[in-house]
């Protein structure tokens, strides 16, 4: 009898650390992802205008106002079609960035942009829900 008591009783724990085991893997496949995209953790790969080679990236946290809009930051540059641009101060940019603070002393707010093919889908999608559908598939 006693031995029965046992082995139901180590065959419980057994079940009790695979549930829990589980739940922590659910929790951080999708709470956990949405929590560190709240907390900015996430990077966004941006660009000084919509055909620059120079590629930086920002903390989600860092980048602001998602809109669609045909002018680029920087030479004010007409793009072809409307894409989506936020807004970043400069000295938040990493990597190989089309800005100098040559016209006065930084840190300036600076227009970005922000393509679909150097971005994640996730963090694409979030892009979207904030700045709204993509503009492209409008009619006019």
Known sequence: MTKFIGMVLKLTWRLLRLVLWLLGLVFR???????????????V????DWN?????RVRWADLHDPLWDTVSGGA?????LP???GYVWCDKV???????CAHGPGPHNIKVCMLREDNSNRIWRRLL???GPDRRLESN
């Open 76 to 80: 004010q540059v007409e793009n072809p």
């Open 94 to 100: 990493r990597g190989k960035f089309g800005h100098s």
């Open 45 to 48: 790969y941006v660009r000084r």
């Open 129 to 131: 829900d904030l700045a």
């Open 52 to 56: 620059d080679r120079g590629m930086g």
């Open 83 to 85: 894409l989506l641009h």
């Open 29 to 43: 496949l999708t709470i956990g992802l949405a929590w560190r995209q709240t907390l900015g953790r996430s990077t």
